[in-house]
């Protein structure tokens, strides 16, 4: 059962336009979130994160924003450049570490962005 | 950069065949994940480790094991390849357990099972 779901598989914006890009989640444990950015035939890079305790965090170009009730957050790029074009992967993660201490991220589907130049 | 590399990067192996992916670190961190990435699922965990000779399953770890006899190497060895396993492997180490912490993924091994 797939926890963390990105219903947009694809999606295309235009140069200099706003990129909006979303994702859902189910377990209310989570309680941090993280969003990867993924070239071809390269492993994910991480991008930006957010706290459960803030609705909003900026970083340059790119805004995250989470609405707990809603169990929902969207990542914003504005503004849009071609060489944002990869695939973006939501992530959670538990609000308590396992017993061993490690974090165990759940990915969601992933959505495939593409900038129109 | 987090000094991560996946060996080899790419692979092609026939089903039953016994297959080892190594993961490498420079940077001594303690954790260490296997995760694999399939269309559809995007990437689920396999394995990790929390330290030399500690792991455990993750979410998807049938037909997995891992080891992990020093700090900077993880290796995933598949005992019977089936190709269902066919996917892209990828690596991650994370810097602390802390909850708040970044994983950082190495480049990805291709596995084609035939």
């Known amino acids: 059962d797939q926890q963390v779901k990105q219903n947009s598989p694809s999606l295309s914006v235009q140069e200099g336009r706003i990129s909006i890009l979303n994702c859902d989640y189910t377990n209310s444990m989570f309680d941090y979130f993280l969003w990867y950015k993924k070239y071809p035939a390269e492993g994910p890079t991480f991008l930006i994160s957010?706290?459960?305790?803030?609705d909003k965090n900026e970083d340059g170009r790119f805004t995250v924003f989470l609405n707990k009730s809603a169990k929902h957050l969207s990542l914003h790029i504005v503004p849009s450049q071609p060489g944002d074009s990869a695939v973006y992967f939501c992530?959670?993660?538990?609000?308590?570490?396992?017993?061993?201490?490690?974090?165990?991220?759940?990915f969601g589907t992933g959505t495939r962005l593409t900038v129109i130049p | 950069d987090a000094g991560i590399t996946q060996s080899p990067r790419h692979k092609v192996t026939e089903t039953g065949t016994p297959v080892t992916l190594r993961c490498h670190q420079t940077e001594n961190h303690r954790y260490m994940y296997w995760y694999r990435q399939d269309p559809g699922h995007g990437l689920r965990l396999i394995h990790y480790s929390y330290g030399v000779k500690d792991t455990d399953k993750g979410e998807v770890s049938d037909g997995y094991s891992v080891s992990r006899s020093k700090t900077e190497d993880f290796l995933l060895t598949l005992e019977s390849a089936t190709s269902s396993q066919t996917s892209v492997y990828f690596c991650?180490?994370?810097?602390?357990?802390?909850?708040?912490?970044?994983?950082?993924f190495g480049p990805g091994t291709r596995l084609t099972v035939l």
């Open positions: 992530a959670a993660l538990r609000a308590q570490p396992s017993r061993t201490g490690a974090n165990n991220l759940f």
């Open positions: 991650a180490i994370s810097r602390s357990g802390t909850t708040n912490n970044e994983q950082f």
């Open positions: 957010i706290s459960s305790i803030k």
